[in-house]
């Protein structure tokens, strides 16, 4: 008796399980706002990982918390579908009070591979830098316009 491979079929490689941006907004929690739109929100995706090429990032809770008190500037990226909501509501306020741009993506598993992890991520830091200097500035620009919550 000798083991036979499975061979890979094309929806298991493309990761078979995506799902559309209509079923991401289903399980989004009600502090994400403003949120990012469908095309704001894979430019967020490509510009996060040209950041994290070049290591340009700050992922996680603890480690976005600590720079921003450090003065550290960049887009803040949050996922949309965390829970509990306790693990990060505070860091809009934070962002606000130091006006840097945030806005909320609907996935923590797409914000997470784009960062090049396997892992979930709730919450990213982009900082600038010349190598994608143009993405970055796009949605700078995208991010700074969004409306911000009352």
Same mark, same amino acid.
């Given at each position: 008796?000798? /083991?036979?491979?499975?061979?890979?079929?094309?929806?298991? #490689? *493309? $990761?078979?399980?995506?799902?559309?941006?209509?079923? !991401?907004?289903?399980?989004?929690?009600?502090?994400?706002?403003?949120?990012?739109?469908?095309?704001?929100?894979?430019?967020?995706?490509?510009?996060?990982?040209?950041?994290?090429?070049?290591?340009?990032?700050?992922?996680?809770? /603890?480690?976005?918390?600590?720079?921003?008190?450090?003065? #550290? *500037? $960049?887009?803040?990226?949050?996922?949309?579908?965390? !829970?509990?909501?306790?693990?990060?509501?505070?860091?809009?306020?934070?962002?606000?009070?130091?006006?840097?741009?945030?806005?909320?993506?609907?996935?923590?598993?797409?914000?997470?591979?784009?960062?090049?992890?396997?892992?979930?991520?709730?919450?990213?830091?982009?900082?600038?830098?010349? #190598?994608?200097?143009?993405?970055?500035?796009?949605?700078?620009?995208?991010?700074?316009?969004?409306?911000?919550?009352?």
């Amino acid at each position: 008796m000798t /083991k036979v491979k499975k061979e890979k079929t094309g929806e298991e #490689e *493309t $990761g078979g399980t995506e799902k559309s941006y209509q079923e !991401l907004l289903a399980n989004i929690n009600p502090i994400a706002n403003p949120l990012a739109s469908r095309k704001l929100s894979k430019k967020l995706y490509k510009c996060v990982k040209k950041a994290a090429k070049v290591k340009q990032i700050r992922r996680g809770v /603890k480690e976005v918390q600590k720079f921003i008190n450090k003065g #550290e *500037t $960049g887009i803040v990226v949050f996922a949309g579908d965390t !829970l509990p909501i306790e693990v990060y509501c505070h860091l809009p306020i934070m962002c606000e009070d130091r006006s840097l741009p945030y806005a909320y993506v609907p996935s923590k598993v797409d914000l997470g591979s784009s960062a090049g992890s396997k892992r979930p991520t709730c919450v990213i830091m982009i900082k600038p830098h010349d #190598e994608y200097k143009e993405a970055y500035d796009e949605c700078l620009e995208e991010v700074t316009s969004l409306p911000k919550p009352i």
